[in-house]
């Protein structure tokens, strides 16, 4: 009886053997808008306050000209300008996430901010054509996401999947750009292997250091695969073999699942996100923008709310009480505390609100004074929250979130909101081209049709004159 192939030779078959023609129309727009969503979350990392040194300091690790740095002129190397381009996309919390599996499993996770660097890098670096760029991305990202959900992911576990996962899947992508063959393409997974990390404790401390591993991911991605086009070689079976990346990195990983309907399904990060937030901040968030927009709460009526969510979630990283005085983004980023109360006075939580300026409003101190967490929900309802506003007239207005907006199958946002997130993203983070937004849609829209990504990057370097979109 002839032994079927090993779970790392069928995903290196699959990433290095799969067509544009393999790929169905509902495949093509997923990673479409996930590609764009991805451009929009490098732009307003632009606004972050350490994207000008993190820049600085990619420029000065080696000069190139082999990729740019969206919103920029500049030009580096591969694996430099996928690293920088990683962090701008990471700043925000605000790229897709959350990856979909076989059988309807979910877990958290963070793909297209590694992915999407690493196929533009290797696209600009290889002249790669729009549908080889897309047509990349789909096996990079489904790669992912199925290694995601088979190693049993947990978000308290203390490893951070960004450094884990997006750097096996984007190494795959990038042996398949560079036109490894399947040999050198399974050595480069294994020299990945060496340089898999990431610890929540960044999101835990908020630490800036939570945007590395993602970009970690991607550098190395690119990296590994060079190395291996020149020659070196990695472990055998870097996935299932003794210290490959199920036994180091899983507690409870179903490998099987990986493989399962491959090439049937396609899957990747599942939600674009309608807010500047963790996903697990969403429900609360979204709760309380219902109580403004919905059940017309008007700020100053409140005398408290509370927000109740899960045990775990109140024992987690973001459901800590914020300070007042904290002024840094990554700290409201990963803040339940923090985003209520930015929903309940804007209606909304994007970049311009986690500005030091913004996130210094007095109006955020007093309105955190007047909310508490609950831990009262049971453990299986994670992304389900409810806030109860008491106003000062004795009333009540109570909103149940179980959904939040942003996940594709369930409650997937408009192609309008896709497209204002996007313009908003732009406008925030590089104002300068605020007007360039039609363009870059619009390259993104029939990128399968163009001979290179050309006129995408041209429309995201100010350098550049762009053409009127084609609508």
Not at 379 to 395: H, K, V
Request: charged residues 20%; negative net charge; proline residues 6%.
């Amino acid at each position: 009886m002839e032994t079927a192939p090993a779970l790392v030779d069928r995903l290196v078959a699959h990433a290095l053997g799969t067509t544009f023609g393999d790929l169905d129309p509902v495949t093509v727009d997923r990673v479409k808008t996930r590609l764009l969503d991805a451009l929009g979350a490098m732009a307003a990392g632009h606004g972050e306050p350490d994207s000008a040194a993190i820049l600085r300091l990619a420029a000065a690790w080696g000069t190139g000209d082999e990729a740019s740095v969206p919103g920029t002129s500049l030009r580096l190397p591969a694996a430099s300008a996928a690293f920088a381009n990683a962090v701008l996309a990471r700043s925000f919390d605000f790229e897709p996430v959350e990856a979909d599996g076989p059988d309807g499993t979910r877990v958290a996770a963070h793909i297209s901010g590694t992915t999407v660097p690493v196929a533009l890098a290797l696209a600009e670096l290889t002249g790669a054509s729009g549908e080889a760029l897309l047509t990349a991305l789909a096996v990079g990202d489904d790669v992912t996401a199925r290694l995601a959900v088979a190693s049993g992911f947990d978000v308290y576990s203390g490893q951070d999947n960004t450094g884990t996962v997006n750097t096996l899947g984007a190494t795959l992508m990038a042996a398949r750009m560079l036109g490894l063959d399947a040999a050198a393409a399974k050595h480069a997974l294994g020299i990945a292997a060496n340089q898999l990390g990431g610890t929540v404790a960044n999101i835990f401390d908020a630490a800036s250091a939570f945007k590395l591993p993602i970009a970690f991911a991607a550098r190395t991605a690119i990296a590994s695969a060079q190395l291996a086009a020149a020659g070196l070689t990695g472990p055998i079976d870097p996935l299932q073999g003794k210290h490959g990346f199920f036994q180091m990195y899983c507690t409870d990983p179903n490998p099987e699942l990986a493989g399962a309907e491959l090439g049937e399904h396609y899957f990747g990060d599942t939600t674009i996100k309608p807010w500047s937030s963790c996903r697990a901040a969403h429900p609360s968030l979204e709760a309380c923008i219902r109580l403004v927009t919905e059940e017309g709460v008007a700020i100053e009526d409140i005398d408290k709310v509370e927000i109740h969510v899960t045990a775990r979630t109140l024992g987690g990283f973001v459901g800590a009480r914020f300070d007042p005085a904290e002024r840094r983004p990554v700290a409201g980023l990963f803040s339940i505390h923090f985003t209520a109360a930015a929903a309940l006075l804007h209606g909304t939580v994007r970049p311009e609100h986690l500005t030091p300026e913004a996130m210094g409003d007095p109006r955020i101190a007093e309105l955190l004074g007047r909310i508490e967490l609950v831990g009262s929900l049971s453990n299986d309802q994670r992304l389900t929250a409810e806030a109860t506003a008491t106003l000062r007239d004795g009333s009540t207005r109570h909103v149940r979130v179980e959904n939040p907006a942003g996940d594709h199958a369930s409650t997937p946002l408009s192609r309008p909101r896709l497209l204002e997130k996007f313009t908003l993203n732009l406008g925030f983070g590089l104002p300068s081209m605020a007007d360039r937004a039609p363009q870059v849609i619009d390259a993104v829209q029939v990128l399968e049709t163009a001979d290179t990504v050309g006129d995408l990057m041209a429309a995201l370097n100010p350098t550049c004159t762009v053409s009127t979109p084609i609508r």
